[in-house]
C-alpha cells in the first residue's frame, strides 16, 4: 500500500496519529512523519485514519480504485 500526505495541507490535527500510530507519528507539535510503504495488513486502520483527515490531506492507492497521486509537488 502506497501512501502520499499533502503536507501543505496538512494542519496537524494528529487524527491520522491517533487512528494509526505504526503509519502516521506527530513530531513536535506541527510537523508529520509517515510510512510512504504502510504494511498491507494495516489497510483497515489506515483506511480510518484517511477519513479522519479533518482537511483530507492524506491519499492512499487503492482506498477508492485509484491510485495514490504522485508524491513531491504534484499534489
Known amino acids: 500500500m502506497r501512501l502520499?500526505?499533502?503536507l501543505n495541507r496538512c494542519q496537524g490535527y494528529a487524527q491520522?496519529?491517533?487512528?494509526?500510530?505504526?503509519v502516521f507519528a506527530m513530531h513536535g507539535e506541527e510537523s508529520l512523519l509517515y510510512d510512504p510503504q504502510a504494511d498491507e495488513s494495516r489497510r483497515d486502520e489506515v483506511a480510518r485514519a484517511v477519513a479522519a483527515c479533518p482537511v483530507q490531506a492524506i491519499f492512499m492507492e487503492g482506498l477508492d480504485g485509484t491510485p495514490a497521486p504522485p508524491s513531491g509537488g504534484d499534489l
Open 4 to 6: 502520499v500526505v499533502d
Open 16 to 22: 491520522c496519529a491517533f487512528l494509526a500510530p505504526d
